[in-house]
């Protein structure tokens, strides 16, 4: 199964809504629900980030009985120092992102927490990409 | 703790989910910062915030919050309510400070997560 969603960069009235879609669909193929939290909870994140930082993107979701790949792809700043992205209190979000609950330097630390494989590229001026890969059937 | 007497201590509205009043809640959380709900493991956690816009419910969409109390005496939006009834969130408000409010919910028994 393959799905994809088109994400606005700056709305953040819509933002989540690809991640409540994905919950939805992996809650009806009866995906363990501890499983569904760890994946919504890493989408949800890398969904906000692309809102808050880039001017858009696409979620691709790729899904089989084993595992389900979500792979977002956005056009925006990009990311010039990924580890250090990865660091817990670094951030560059805009106050409009941190009145909105997040811009704390969380989200890729979380996003590595949750997903069994997390894979980031970004070019400086063109765009982001992350990848989370979740398992089915094995407990992380 | 029911829904309904935690409504009863803090004198709260329930604005979305009365029919779910019996709903039982034992541990709760207070942060008006997204991102450190989204830590959270732990499931049916009580959110209580002063934070009232799209994200929060999306957040309790995606963390399994089943109840959000609004504290401060802030409102949720029309569109807001609207998340909260789509994805079962028992919403209240509450006119109380977040430490009143936490205050009296852990007087009245309501664990922290640690």
Do not use: W
């Amino acid at each position: 199964m393959q799905f994809q969603y088109q994400i606005e960069g700056g709305n953040f009235s819509r933002a989540g809504f690809a991640s409540s879609e994905i919950k939805k669909l992996m809650k009806q193929l009866n995906v363990d629900l501890s499983i569904v939290k760890r994946t919504v909870v890493a989408t949800y994140e890398a969904e906000v980030n692309i809102v808050a930082h880039a001017y858009g993107g696409t979620i691709y979701v790729e899904l089989d009985e084993e595992k389900i790949i979500i792979k977002l792809v956005d056009e925006g700043p990009g990311i010039p120092d990924i580890e250090q992205a990865m660091k817990e209190g670094y951030s560059t979000a805009s106050s409009t992102v941190r009145e909105m609950g997040f811009g704390a330097g969380m989200g890729l630390p979380n996003m590595k927490k949750n997903a069994d494989d997390l894979k980031i590229s970004s070019e400086v001026e063109k765009g982001t990409t992350v990848q989370i890969t979740m398992y089915f059937k094995t407990e992380k | 703790m029911t829904v309904k007497q935690i409504a009863d201590i803090l004198k709260a509205s329930i604005i979305c989910g009365e029919d779910r009043a019996d709903h039982d809640m034992k541990i709760a959380f207070a942060s008006d910062l997204m991102s450190d709900v989204l830590t959270l493991k732990e499931d049916n956690v009580l959110l209580i915030t002063g934070l009232a816009n799209m994200q929060t419910l999306r957040t309790a969409e995606m963390s399994d919050i089943q109840c959000i109390i609004f504290a401060r005496n802030k409102k949720i939006s029309p569109e807001m309510k609207e998340l909260a009834l789509e994805n079962d969130i028992i919403v209240l408000e509450c006119s109380y400070t977040v430490f009143k409010t936490c205050g009296l919910l852990y007087q009245a028994g309501i664990s922290p997560i640690y």
